[in-house]
């Protein structure tokens, strides 16, 4: 991947203009799976995922009960960002576990979105990231740290790792060389997307950072790890997030395509209308 950010063409296309260098190559949620435990195929045009574990496996776990709708929201690349909520001042655990138990988000990891926003308008305060963005990306990627019955451990780490695919050049994946010696990932041959956020080893290599300070290095299956990585990227990414092109900018330079930054954008705008209801005290 490229050591530094590289902005999608204006014209935002669904892959990158031939030639020029390719943004952070990243695997759609669709290719996320644990290393050795099962095969996704997707059926196209459909969304539908069919999950085929091997005889030797135990058996998956229930597919989680989500009830909290995100409906898809049809705006033109570039044209506007997702609407900001501003967290609380007050009581805010009551506000994360309200928003959890509404939003099938785990609250640690609503807490990690929030604790990186608060980090990154301190730090960078003219790039205005939402922790609504972050829980876009977060749901696309791994529904919040939870894809595959993984957990979020009360100090934020996944009870198991979630690895994707290897980036071999089979269809529908990009080629990517082991950048790590497999240390992130678990595979000296083939880099694969690591953690709650999905990201390769070489991004996290560069753009890495410890929430908490303890001198530990970073953690990609650690969702306040992840989080604060995620939003200093798209930072360095898209310039200014409270405007369209700045918002597009960044997250298609996360994941190269229209179809996933209208997904990330719906999910933004869902939770921000949730929390705002929340807010007001209408839920």
């Known amino acids: 991947m490229a050591a530094t950010p590289t902005p999608p063409p204006t014209t935002f296309p669904e892959a990158p203009t031939p030639g020029a260098p390719p943004p952070p190559p990243r695997p759609r949620r669709r290719w996320v799976a644990r290393v050795g435990a099962l095969v996704v195929l997707l059926a196209f045009g459909t969304g539908a995922v069919v999950v085929v574990w091997k005889a030797t496996e135990p058996q998956p776990p229930r597919p989680r009960a989500y009830r909290f709708a995100v409906p898809e929201v049809a705006v ?40 990186a926003e608060d980090r990154t308008r301190a730090a960078t305060p003219g790039c205005n990231l ?26 934020g780490t996944l009870t198991k790792p979630i690895v994707g695919v290897p ?69 360095a990414s898209g310039g200014d997030l409270a405007t369209g092109p700045g918002w597009w900018k960044a997250v298609l330079t996360y994941n190269a395509s229209t179809k996933y930054a209208r997904d990330v954008f719906s999910g933004a705008e869902a939770y921000a209308r949730k929390s705002d209801e929340v807010v007001r005290g209408n839920r």
Do not use: K
Not at 84 to 102: F, I, K
Not at 181 to 193: E, I, Q, T
């Open 76 to 115: 033109a690349p570039g044209t506007a960002a997702p609407t900001a909520s501003p967290v609380p001042g007050n009581d805010r655990t009551a506000w994360v576990q309200r928003m959890a138990d509404l939003t099938d988000m785990p609250a640690r990891t609503v807490q990690a979105y929030v604790t």
């Open 167 to 235: 980036l071999d050049g089979s269809p529908g994946v990009q080629a990517i060389p082991d950048t790590d010696g497999g240390r992130l990932d678990g595979d000296p041959v083939w880099d694969r997307a690591v953690g709650s956020m999905q990201f390769l080893p070489a991004t996290w290599a560069r753009w890495s950072q410890r929430a908490n300070a303890d001198g530990q290095p970073p953690n990609p299956q650690n969702v306040d790890d992840a989080a604060l990585t995620a939003a200093r990227y798209l930072c």
């Open 130 to 155: 939402t922790w609504t963005t972050l829980a876009g990306v977060g749901r696309v990627e791994s529904h919040h740290g939870e894809y595959d019955g993984t957990d979020v451990a009360q100090d």
